[in-house]
């Protein structure tokens, strides 16, 4: 089953970013639609999307002394991005400074997150993506959804 692990393969591919870049501005991303959409939405999403909740893990529920193995590594890139995304108020230049700080240069934040979107719509029912876009407008603005 398609995971957040295809998409991370294909923005690494695509676009040439590292995979601990590619893996740290999902993750931010992730948690921005959690924050943004309500732990409700976040939950479908989880359920359609393998690998989400992890990547998306919020700071509290990341172990502090090395959770180790691929859960802690996504557990700690979700928390660095979660603590710039945090201080953002979640605004379009906001999401482009927490990818930038993912280590997703400026030329390529805005089609990471247009193929952020672009993934999400191939693997989430219409509706959820829909409500996705509704709730967390900043993302739909720099995708150009």
């Known amino acids: 089953m398609a995971g957040v692990s295809d998409f991370i393969a294909m923005a690494t591919q695509k676009l040439g970013v590292s995979s601990g870049a590619a893996q740290a501005g999902a993750g931010g991303l992730l948690d921005l639609v ?80 247009t193929m952020f979107v672009d993934f999400l719509k191939s693997k989430l029912s219409p509706e959820l993506v829909a409500t996705v876009l509704s709730k967390v407008g900043d993302l739909k603005k720099l995708a150009g959804g």
């Open 34 to 113: 959690r924050t943004q959409a309500g732990p409700d939405v976040f939950a479908r999403i989880a359920e359609e999307l393998p690998g989400a909740a992890r990547i998306a893990a919020p700071p509290a529920a990341t172990p502090s002394g090395g959770g180790g193995g691929i859960g802690g590594m996504f557990g700690g890139l979700a928390q660095k991005a979660g603590a710039v995304l945090g201080g953002t108020g979640g605004s379009s230049l906001g999401v482009l400074g927490m990818l930038q700080k993912a280590g997703i240069s400026p030329d390529k934040a805005a089609g990471f997150a």
